[in-house]
């Protein structure tokens, strides 16, 4: 079970293209992977493309994922991801939660969490990030790979990872 360490609203996640804010808040917990079908449990989380072989990264606001299951915004500092379906059991909804939760994860200046919001991120015509590129906003930096999505705010070093079948919050 995730502990839920900070609850805070968030104002102004995603710059125009009619997404509402009004009401989102974020929950935070310590470094903890979850799988599918064995809530509470430590799953090894995926390694990324070694630097030297890696393409420049890509300035994007927004993308998705080849799979198009998962879709992410980028500003500077903040970076959030929406996925449209999971097997991963999502920690408790928090009690002042009257949207939607479970489907969204953020990190923005601080430990990464899910997000209570009655908004989405995906953009369908957003550019599918390719497996292996990286997608980068200020020091908020994202990477495609067929496991999943990571995402980390390089300043503070938080951030997550995001598949079908688990989720990484460190």
Not at 19 to 45: C, D, L, M, Q
Not at 85 to 114: I, M, R, T
Not at 140 to 163: D, P
Request: net charge negative; hydrophobic share 35%; proline share 7%.
């Amino acid at each position: 079970m995730v502990t839920v360490v900070a609850l805070a609203t968030l104002a102004g996640c995603g710059s125009g293209g009619g997404k509402k804010n009004a009401g989102e808040s974020f929950a935070t917990a310590p470094s903890t992977t979850f799988a599918a079908g064995a809530p509470g449990s430590v799953a090894t989380a995926p390694t990324t493309t070694p630097a030297a072989s890696r393409q420049p990264d890509l300035s994007l606001n927004s993308f998705k994922a080849p799979s198009g299951n998962i879709g992410c915004h980028l500003e500077s500092g903040l970076a959030r991801c929406d996925i449209r379906e999971h097997s991963f059991a999502p920690p408790p909804k928090p009690a002042n939660c009257d949207l939607d939760w479970g489907s969204a994860v953020q990190v923005s200046g601080g430990p990464s969490g899910f997000v209570c919001a009655g908004d989405t991120v995906f953009d369908p015509a957003a550019t599918a990030l390719a497996y292996g590129q990286r997608a980068r906003q200020g020091s908020v930096v994202c990477e495609s790979a067929e496991v999943g999505v990571t995402c980390t705010e390089e300043a503070g070093g938080h951030g997550f990872f995001l598949s079908r079948e688990r989720y990484r919050l460190f």
